[in-house]
């Protein structure tokens, strides 16, 4: 076996699982599996299989998920760069498939980065409900909106936050929650060697404290009849079973859910936690929490047994890494509800004169410009500028515009911008927060005070002069026939490889598509074989790349 595991760990695995420990072992010599989703915000999961370039096969529990050889290399075709699929690990597909979100559920992804989950609840949501994504690490948050963006999603919020200040904000308030648990990380031995190297680290007992924070507080945020989905890639039956077990304990108001099994999934194992329990052995203390004054509360009779119907994903069994599932489902009457204020109909403020909704954290409206700056200089004659003295004062003169944009110059100049360019109908409260206007799908006060990440679909922002600059979110949102002027680059030519590298194009107006009364002149709306990618802005023959610099393809 070419991976050191802990000795610990090792003889953890050999007493629990007895029998099937030589299979276990024997799967840390195997490949580890890949996987691509397809991103049906996008493409529909048929017209994929048609235009794929890749050999594929299906992954039984996942019906968007494909297996595929890495040697492929999925990341490195003009595809992925439209954000027609996510490459994710096969087992990691399964807790968004459980957790069965539908069009128009309010959903929120606690600890979300790098955005995997959250984009496969986006798309089963297909526009309609809401998504608020957080993650605590205000650095993974980065990579979580980069691929909630790619993935062409418009009903999302992106939060930094811990769950305790966002269930002071969202008190019984989401239809569905997915729990992706921060855990000790033992199923993912066989994919990254660095998880052995930090099992010590992120102990079983630090994580146990952390995971029954995050239930407490999550249940608070759930409304009645809602669904928690609770998973780990973990094995310890502490931070699995166990964990459910208290939280039923402390929570009576909840049941273990329906999750249909696949063949290739084994069901919980009680019996693990129940032994260590007895024993008074295991690795966190929270397996001997008692109820005030009274016993353990593992230790009470039939505590642990509903958890053999959540499932437990064995790299030995299926083609995946080691994950464990488990749906929770509050006993009460699932209360109807109003849809959600600015999510069912066009953008509000289009227009309309009356003003935004107060930003999550913007500034205050700073009115128009003062007459006679210093610099103003009456009637005398100019002077002349070198060059680094003429983009000095651009600089300074972008920066000064920024900082006194009031909300009503950035809501102008992007409802004016979606006028020309997005007749199309946008969904959301248009919301100004600094320099950058969003369509937030949720009530904006409910943002306030919290981190924000981005405050929904973001639009673009206004820089020097009044100018609107659409958000690449924007273009990679948008479907061809969205926007008024469009261009279709081929995925088998060098031109789709140039724009995602960001050179300049060449081409005539002839193959701009454009709207009736549109003109060729202004931003574009680059497609790769159909499907949006990005913005351009072309003119007399040129088309100036606006793919972002961070983005762009190195390969």
């Given amino acids: 076996m070419s991976i050191q595991l802990p000795p610990l760990f090792e003889s953890r695995m050999q007493r629990w699982l007895g029998s099937e420990y030589e299979s276990f072992i024997a799967s840390y010599d195997r490949p580890r599996y890949a996987g691509i989703r397809v991103n049906t ?33 999925p990341g490195k075709h003009p595809y992925y760069h439209a954000g027609l699929y996510y490459i994710q690990e096969p087992s990691a597909m399964e807790p968004a498939e459980a957790l069965r979100p539908e069009p128009g559920d309010r959903v929120l992804d606690l600890c979300a980065a790098p955005g995997g989950k959250s984009t496969q609840i986006a798309a089963k949501l297909r526009g309609e409900g809401i998504l608020v994504t957080n993650d605590i690490s205000a650095e993974r948050t980065k990579a979580l909106a980069k691929n909630i963006e790619m993935s062409g999603v418009r009903n999302a919020v992106v939060l930094n936050e811990t769950p305790e200040r966002i269930a002071e904000k969202f008190p019984a308030y989401f239809d569905k929650i997915l729990i992706d648990a921060p855990c000790s990380g033992e199923g993912m031995f066989r994919k990254d060697p660095d998880a052995v190297r930090q099992w010590e680290k992120h102990s079983v007992e630090v994580c146990t404290v952390m995971q029954r924070d995050i239930l407490d507080t999550v249940a608070s945020m759930l409304a009645s009849g809602g669904r928690i989905v ?86 030995h069994l299926a083609e995946g890494e080691g994950h464990f599932v488990c749906v929770l489902e509050h006993t009460g009457e699932k209360a109807a509800r109003a849809c959600a204020a600015g999510t069912a109909g066009p953008l509000v403020g289009a227009g309309e004169e009356r003003p935004a909704e107060a930003p999550a954290g913007g500034r205050k409206d700073r009115g128009p410009k003062a007459a006679g700056r210093a610099g103003d200089r009456g009637g005398a004659a100019p002077r002349r500028e070198d060059k680094a003295a003429r983009q000095a004062r651009g600089r300074q003169k972008d920066a000064y515009i920024r900082e006194e944009a009031s909300e009503e110059t950035v809501r102008r100049a992007c409802l004016d911008f979606l006028a020309e360019q997005v007749p199309a109908p946008l969904r959301g409260t248009l919301l100004i927060s600094g320099d950058y206007a969003y369509a937030c799908p949720v009530e904006p006060e409910r943002l306030r005070g919290l981190k924000v990440r981005r405050s929904g679909f973001q639009l673009g922002m206004v820089k020097a002069g009044g100018r609107f600059v659409p958000s690449h979110a924007l273009a990679a ?75 762009r393809w190195n390969g």
């Fill in 41 to 73: 915000l996008k493409i529909d999961a048929d017209e994929f299989l048609a235009a794929s370039p890749f050999g594929l096969k299906p992954i039984p529990w996942c019906e968007t998920g494909y297996y595929i050889d890495e040697n492929q290399r």
């Fill in 230 to 315: 609770y998973s780990t890639c973990t094995f310890s039956p502490e931070e699995n079973e166990a964990m459910i077990a208290l939280f039923l304990a402390r929570h009576p108001d909840f049941a273990v859910g329906e999750l249909p099994h696949s063949p290739l999934f084994a069901p919980g194992r009680p019996e693990w936690a129940a032994g260590l329990v007895e024993s008074g052995g295991g690795l966190s203390p929270l397996l001997h929490e008692a109820a005030p004054g009274g016993e353990p509360l593992l230790s009470r009779p039939g505590a642990l047994a509903p958890t053999a119907r959540a499932a437990r994903i064995w790299p």
């Fill in 477 to 551: 949102a948008l479907k061809p026939a969205e926007s008024a002027r469009t261009v279709r680059l081929s995925s088998a030519q060098p031109e789709a490889i140039s724009y995602l590298k960001g050179e300049t194009l060449t081409f005539g107006q002839e193959r701009i598509e454009r709207a009736a009364g549109a003109e060729a002149k202004g931003y574009v709306l680059v497609t790769i074989d159909g499907y949006s990618a990005g913005w351009g802005k072309w003119a007399a023959g040129v088309l100036k790349n606006e793919y972002p610099a961070g983005w």
